[in-house]
């Protein structure tokens, strides 16, 4: 807090609460600048600032199957998620039954409190060895507040995008499920004059990819590169000769469509983290691009 702030670097927010600058006059985020309470899986990993709130309508986890799990649904907060796929297509082992993909976590109503977004569920378990998890879900995108007293300029970037769904790799995840992505997370503008020629972003992550013969690979992270690039799909193991697992799902940004996890006997994809919410209090003026609009 204090009569101006201003972000010239990288500011990177994380831990149980969000992160909010005020300013009684200004609050400035310079050109190249970037302030990021984003999630994220993989190298780097980390959970955004107020991510993963208790309030969180959960997204369902995918069923176990021997002959090949069920992805994890995707978390949902200012949009509904998407739904895991489905695995064990042919019935080959116990249970005879194709193994459904977790539910989508659903869009939540306005919330009345100022938090990040929602976890994706996890995918199910395919094989048994002691160790063997199906992926885990990625966590939701992290909140942010910008508040003046007069003005909130935007040269440089604002992201709370939730983290890619996740994977047990190696032998332990066999024919395993991948997690399904983390929502985006929640930006608050909120000054009588708002001018932004940067970009503003709470995109949803990508579903893991199913397992195959020695895991999937992870979704990617919401972006934190630009407003409407939608994160990579995990891809499913290529597990010759019977491949490959499922595809996980592309993560959501503005105009995304296809937010299911991929179906496969192998193992399936996880499905996309939905998007997150953006709340602007104040005249917007500018060339800055956000997602959600």
């Known amino acids: 807090a204090g009569t101006t ?10 831990g149980s609460r969000p992160l909010v600058l005020l300013a009684t006059d200004s609050v400035t985020i310079n050109a190249g600048a970037t302030v990021d309470a984003s999630s994220g899986s993989g190298s780097g990993a980390r959970k ?4 993963n709130d208790s309030a969180c309508s959960p997204a369902g ?24 796929g489905v695995g064990d297509l ?15 976590g659903l869009a939540q109503a306005t919330p009345n409190v100022f938090r ?19 992926g885990p879900g990625g966590d939701g995108g992290g909140a942010i507040a910008l508040i003046a007293g007069n003005r909130i300029t935007i040269d440089g970037d604002v992201f709370a995008s939730g983290g890619g769904g996740r994977v047990t790799s190696g032998p332990d995840g066999f024919q395993e499920g991948g997690g399904g992505g983390g929502s985006g997370g929640m930006i608050l503008l909120d000054a009588p004059g708002i001018e ?37 799909p995990g891809m ?17 940004a503005f105009g995304s469509a296809s937010l299911d996890g991929k179906s496969s006997n ?14 602007i209090y104040g005249t917007f003026n500018g060339s800055g691009r956000v997602s959600p609009v």
């Open 196 to 232: 932004s020629d940067g970009r503003v972003a709470a995109n949803g992550g990508g579903g893991a990819g199913g397992g195959g013969n020695v895991g999937g690979s992870i979704g990617g992270n919401g972006t934190t590169l630009d407003w409407n690039q939608p994160a990579e």
């Open 90 to 104: 042919n019935n080959s082992n116990p249970p005879a039954t194709a193994a459904l993909g977790g539910g989508a």
């Open 266 to 279: 192998l193992g399936a994809g996880g499905g996309a983290g939905g998007l997150g919410l953006v709340w």
């Open 5 to 14: 702030v201003t972000v010239s670097g990288a500011l990177i927010a994380i």
């Open 116 to 134: 990040g977004g929602c976890s994706g569920g996890p995918g199910g378990q395919g094989e048994v060895p002691p160790a063997a998890t199906g």
């Open 48 to 51: 955004g600032a107020g991510a």
């Open 61 to 84: 986890g995918g069923l176990s199957d021997l002959g090949g799990a069920g992805g994890g649904g995707g978390g949902g907060f200012g949009t509904t998620g998407g739904q895991g």
């Open 236 to 252: 499913g193991d290529p597990a010759p000769p019977n491949g490959p697992a499922g595809t996980g799902a592309p993560g959501t």
